[in-house]
């Protein structure tokens, strides 16, 4: 297999080059070879649509527009720009990196795919695409389109997320890799799989390089790449409560053991299943907080929230209590300053729905 890599490496990596550099989407990270600037997009556009992700990158920036200003942020401030983005570890892991990196490197954001490696929340993809794309080290980047690219025009039906695919595909990609231009060859594979090679109805009909694809000769773009399904779906039931008093509502500030980390949301308790309005006010935990005679103002519909390994089922009760008994993460805040909280997107859209924030 590698030895018709080798044979096919120039011909394929000069035809996607081509390609992109007449059909290449105009980002405002590939006008710079500044790491810092590189690594925040990598980041943020993980498991990110480019549209989605745009308007984050260049919030970002705004605020943040090298890695000394970003280190000094709060977490809370991190946070609260991600919200939306979901995978809220990267926005944590991203302060970290940011902090470690104006201590150790002096503010400058690193280039090399060795000291990059090192850093929290960069793994060999990010780290190679960053040196690559700043310091046109030859490192060969790997992410979705890369591997479905490979998959479909090589025929390759080892599963991507298998020890021996990973290994097989990145083989493969270090093999392809245009050791002259690495950084231009891996932005056109991976603009390549982004725009014409996509996941779905990809655009065979316009593609440069479909008279030596195996997927399109055999008819099998649908079925490559291959991927096990090793998820397992966990079901969960969350049960918030809007209490207001005057111009305050009460919140609370998740701890660090479980889904959104350090964000804000409302008073919860999660029960084993769906149960009845009746059964959840008379719940003990609540009546311990807010007394027995609790008053139900309005209960919301049961709205799904799909997370990666997770399948949350969230409904919002507003009640007026008897008391108040407050937990220690619980606190009262002027509903003013709601949206300064960084809460995860479902809490957010429902309390700005409520209040017209």
């Not at 926005?91 to 150790?104: C, D, H, S, Y």
Request: charged share 20%; proline share 5%.
């Amino acid at each position: 297999m590698l030895i018709i890599l080798l044979l096919l490496h120039m011909n394929f990596s000069d035809e996607l080059v081509q390609w992109y550099i007449q059909n290449k989407r105009d980002l405002p990270w590939r006008n710079t070879n500044n790491a810092y600037i590189i690594w925040l997009s990598e980041i943020i556009l993980q498991q990110t649509r480019v549209e989605q992700g745009l308007p984050y990158f260049n919030r970002f920036v705004e605020q943040y527009p090298d890695v000394s200003s970003f280190a000094a942020a709060h977490e809370d401030d991190i946070l609260k720009l991600w919200q939306g983005l979901g995978y809220y570890s990267r926005g944590r892991n991203m302060l970290k990196t940011a902090q470690l990196v104006n201590e150790l490197y002096n503010g400058k954001f690193p280039e090399k795919y060795d000291e990059l490696i090192k850093l929290k929340g960069i793994g060999e993809y990010t780290a190679a695409a960053i040196s690559s794309f700043s310091a046109n080290e030859a490192k060969a980047v790997v992410d979705g389109n890369v591997y479905r690219v490979l998959a479909r025009y090589f025929g390759i039906d080892e599963p991507i997320n298998s020890t021996k695919g990973k290994k097989t595909f990145q083989q493969m990609a270090d093999e392809l890799l245009n050791q002259e231009q690495p950084g231009l060859h891996n932005q056109a594979m991976m603009e390549f799989g982004a725009m014409l090679c996509k996941p779905k109805n990809p655009a065979c009909g316009t593609c440069p390089v479909r008279t030596g694809c195996f997927a399109f000769i055999h008819n099998t773009t649908t079925t490559l790449p291959v991927k096990l399904n090793k998820l397992k779906i966990r079901e969960r039931y969350l049960n918030y409560f809007l209490i207001v008093d005057g111009d305050t509502l009460l919140m609370n500030k998740r701890d660090e053991k479980d889904i959104w980390a350090n964000m804000y949301d409302l008073p919860m308790i999660e029960t084993p299943s769906l149960i009845s309005e009746t059964d959840l006010i008379n719940l003990p935990q609540l009546n311990d907080h807010f007394g027995k005679r609790i008053k139900t103002l309005d209960i919301s519909p049961v709205y799904k929230h799909i997370l990666t390994h997770q399948r949350l089922y969230v409904r919002f009760i507003t009640i007026q209590p008897e008391q108040v008994n407050l937990s220690p993460n619980w606190f009262f805040t002027d509903i003013e300053n709601l949206q300064k909280l960084a809460m995860p997107k479902i809490i957010f859209i429902f309390i700005k729905k409520i209040f017209n924030l």
